[in-house]
């Protein structure tokens, strides 16, 4: 497979040629999750960038296994809260309800709130719950292998240890060995039973609180969070894989854990690739919940209130499909600021992409096969978007040259270019590559015809609209013809009157 897509690895920190363990087979694994609380804006950022390069991955002719887990259990509150508990166990304890029900309400509007902003499921979606038995497998394997052990029904990792036998731990984060060894990392109320501040729980002793507890060889208990991932990406995508993928937060201790968790179990690195997005800022700051003390309110806000508009946050309600297009104007490894502005200007953007793709699809070829240098700048322009999605998924990049051929297009249809200049070739490629970048890879559709049955209803509706109105026109009926043009704004619906006819956009 011919192409020349380089990807930022975290843990080499710097870009790399992408080279799969089998030619023509991807391996993608994302964290999911923690189905405590409905998913948050700066989670869907994350899962939309790798739904993204899911979706380009394909395109390149790759067939990927994309593997996204659901946390149901062994997440526990904090870091270093002597008190800690699972937070699926303590939501549902104090909601009264069976853990497996909050977990099911939750996992529903993730689900729902992905669909929204158009996102692929993934090839598989584990549930930690679901694969217990596999977990304890790899708990025993590292403790046959001497990298943990077992104090009182929970066992240990032996990070020290670790650290003395192979030198990767802390490579992925950055982190000095020494800093490493000083910081208590856990969270449960049990620290003097490890062996070492560093050490951190595999599997943990169920106390008679906590709803969720399976047995064991070491206890009747429950799997650490780190232990997880490893167990679920190894059973589905193997002992070493393409793609880990997560947001910038897991890189410690989370993704670090895993690959010491994967060397105690199988001594290799799990990993070709390790990728992390960036953070989703609200308003310049970081997104939080707790309230600011001088202002009294949170600087956070829901997917459904964004899409809503109700919240004290925006000045009106945005479509999941202008929040899709305003995350991919950064790239991943960005941050990313969401502000009113910001959501404005890519809402006009969104519009204006949309009006080309139109216009382009409707549009038919004069070429006869000569190719002008229109056509040439065209067929440029056209391998510049790939390059710049090569070039480490590289979004905002390939944008700003579709936006580039939404000028060429725009002008072909006013007459501003000769149409005559594009050969039928290079005139059919635009149309492919363009429609194939804004739907198949940026994942983005026309809000609008979505909305109905079938993506020709919305079309066939407007155009027997435009066709009373044409005919209200023809008799002079100005009254009629304003009425529906007036009330189709009301709907943001804009029709345009040309000499070849009258077309209509969503929007200004």
Not at 191 to 215: C, G, T, V, Y
Not at 385 to 393: K, P, Q, S, V
């Amino acid at each position: 497979m011919e192409h020349e897509l380089k990807i930022y690895n975290s843990l080499s920190r710097q870009k790399e040629p992408f080279e799969p363990l089998h030619e023509g087979y991807v391996g993608l694994y994302v964290c999911g999750p923690t189905v405590y609380s409905d998913v948050h804006l700066g989670n869907c950022r994350t899962f939309v960038s790798f739904d993204v390069i899911y979706r380009y991955l394909t395109y390149l002719g790759y067939k990927v296994r994309y593997v996204r887990n659901i946390t149901d259990v062994g997440h526990l509150e904090g870091d270093t809260d002597s008190d800690a508990e699972d937070k699926i166990s303590k939501k549902a304890r104090l909601e009264q309800l069976e853990p497996m029900e909050l977990v099911q309400r939750h996992t529903r509007s993730f689900h729902h709130i992905l669909g929204m902003l158009n996102t692929l499921s993934p090839s598989i979606e584990p549930t930690a719950t679901g694969h217990i038995v596999e977990q304890i497998q790899m708990v025993q394997e590292i403790l046959d292998n001497g990298y943990a052990y077992v104090k009182n029904g929970s066992v240990y990792f032996n990070t020290p240890k670790f650290i003395k036998d192979h030198g990767v731990y802390g490579k992925l984060s950055g982190k000095r060995v020494d800093d490493l060894l000083s910081e208590t990392r856990d969270d449960l109320k049990n620290q003097d039973e490890k062996n070492d501040p560093s050490d951190f729980a595999i599997w943990i002793k169920a106390d008679e609180r906590h709803l969720m507890r399976w047995p064991s060889p070491w206890s009747v208990g429950f799997p650490g969070w780190h232990l997880e991932c490893s167990a679920m990406s190894t059973k589905y995508l193997g002992k070493q894989f393409d793609i880990h993928g997560g947001g910038m937060d897991l890189q410690f201790p989370h993704h670090e854990n895993e690959i010491a968790q994967n060397y105690g179990a199988c001594g290799c690195m799990p990993v070709r690739y390790w990728m992390h997005g960036n953070m989703l800022l609200l308003n310049g700051k970081k997104m939080s919940k707790t309230p600011d003390p001088e202002t009294g309110k949170s600087n956070s806000i829901t997917p459904v209130e964004l899409f809503s508009g109700e919240n004290e946050i925006f000045s009106k309600p945005y479509s999941p499909m202008v929040v899709r297009f305003f995350m991919l104007q950064s790239h991943y490894r960005s941050t990313l600021d969401l502000t009113d502005d910001a959501l404005l200007a890519a809402e006009k953007g969104f519009r204006r992409l949309m009006e080309a793709n139109k216009a382009l699809q409707g549009m038919a070829s004069a070429g006869k096969g000569q190719e002008g240098p229109l056509g040439k700048e065209i067929q440029k322009l056209i391998g510049q978007i790939h390059e710049e999605m090569n070039d480490d998924f590289n979004t905002p990049r390939a944008l700003a040259v579709l936006f580039d051929l939404v000028t060429k297009i725009n002008s072909l249809k006013d007459g501003h270019l000769p149409m005559d200049q594009i050969s039928e070739e290079t005139f059919n490629r635009l149309k492919h590559t363009f429609r194939n970048f804004i739907y198949d890879i940026f994942g983005l559709k026309d809000e609008l015809e979505a909305g109905a049955e079938g993506n020709g209803l919305a079309e066939g509706l407007m155009q027997l609209i435009i066709d009373i109105r044409q005919q209200a026109r023809a008799s002079k009926d100005w009254a009629t013809s304003d009425k529906i043009r007036d009330a189709l704004k009301e709907l943001d619906i804009v029709l345009k009157d040309s000499k070849e006819g009258t077309s209509w956009v969503k929007g200004q």
